[in-house]
């Protein structure tokens, strides 16, 4: 069973920055692909970035050029670098694993942009 816990969300005026976290525990081995996903109210869960054991990245087109996906895998930890940002990356965002095809979920942090 594997577990996901984000932190290092808040609030921030736009143009500022902010650096998520989220640790993994449980798994015996190294987990394959990470990705952040953002849900703002109303609106369905997006994904925003994907990042794999050897380090290929993806991003959706609204955050390329002002996000940074990365991972630690001495520590189980990913990392969402967000620069730039702008009220319309206000939202929730989780955590997401792949580990021997079961899909797994943190819980959460909140990102408010304020204008």
């Known amino acids: 069973q594997v577990q996901l816990v984000e932190s290092g969300g808040g609030l921030v005026q736009a143009g500022g920055s902010l650096r998520l976290s989220c640790a993994a525990s449980?798994?015996?081995?190294?987990?394959?692909?990470m990705r952040w996903y953002r849900q703002a109210p109303g609106k369905q869960r997006d994904l925003v970035a994907t990042?794999?054991?050897?380090?290929?990245?993806n991003y959706a087109d609204s955050v390329k050029g002002r996000f940074t996906i990365s991972r630690d895998n001495a520590k189980n930890t990913v990392y969402l670098q967000m620069n730039s940002l702008k009220p319309e990356d206000t939202a929730v965002y989780f955590c997401?694993?792949?580990?021997?095809?079961?899909?797994?979920w943190g819980q959460g942090t909140q990102v408010t942009v304020s204008s």
């Open positions: 990042i794999t054991s050897g380090d290929s990245t």
């Open positions: 997401n694993a792949i580990y021997y095809s079961q899909n797994y």
């Open positions: 449980g798994s015996r081995f190294s987990i394959n692909v």
